[in-house]
Structure formats: C-alpha cells, structure tokens
C-alpha cells in the first residue's frame, strides 16, 4: 500500500504564493506518476498538475504558467509551487498518486486534502 500526506495549504492574499508538499510512503513502486486535484466549495475535483516519474508534466490550462509541479526522488515527495494564486484557487488541494499497467491508469492513493484560500 501506498500512503501520502500532504501539508502547505494556507490563507494567502491574492497575488501571493504557497508551496504544498506531498510526501510518499509504502509500496512506492506501485507509483507510475502523482499529481494534484483540488475542489473548490460545491464543484467536482478537478486534476490541476500531474507529473511522472521521467519528468513529463502536465497542467490544467487554468494554472499553467502560475503552478510548478515538481519531484525529489529521494524524499519520495512532490511539490506544488503556486505563484500569482487567485480567489478562485481557493479550494481543498488533494495528493494523487496513479499507477498506469499498460492499458489504463489506476488510482493507488490520494491525501488526506489541504485548504488553500486565497482572498481578494
């Protein structure tokens, strides 16, 4: 099993920055890449960046250019830089971590959630 634990979240003004951290442990070979949902107040969670294991990342277009999704192999811990936050950034941000077989992807895990908001 794969457990994650994810921390960073915070109150921001418009504008600022926070860094959100998610730290891996277990059977992290089950991992093929790991990611970041959120969900704001009353929406469905949405995948904001995902990033796997060579490096290749990808980013919902509402963050791209703001949010840098990175990894430490070693810490076995992903990050998510967010620069220039807006209100509507404002949600419940969750770690994911996916496994991918060859034909489809698999969740193997998720974080307990941590809350970003971000006033105006």
């Known amino acids: 099993q794969v457990q994650l634990v994810d921390s960073g979240g915070g109150l921001v003004q418009a504008g600022g920055s926070l860094r959100l951290s998610c730290a891996a442990s277990?059977?992290?070979?089950?991992?093929?890449?790991m990611g970041w949902y959120r969900q704001p107040p009353g929406k469905q969670r949405e995948l904001v960046a995902a990033?796997?294991?060579?490096?290749?990342?990808n980013y919902t277009d509402s963050v791209r250019g703001r949010f840098t999704i990175s990894g430490d192999h070693a810490k076995n811990t992903v990050y998510l830089q967010m620069n220039n936050l807006k209100p509507e950034d404002t949600a419940v941000y969750y770690c994911?971590?996916?496994?991918?077989?060859?034909?489809?992807?698999?969740?193997?895990?998720w974080g307990q959630g941590t809350q970003v908001t971000v006033s105006s």
């Open positions: 994911h971590a996916a496994r991918f077989d060859g034909r489809r992807w698999y969740d193997v895990a």
């Open positions: 277990g059977s992290i070979s089950e991992i093929t890449a």
């Open positions: 990033i796997t294991g060579n490096g290749r990342t």
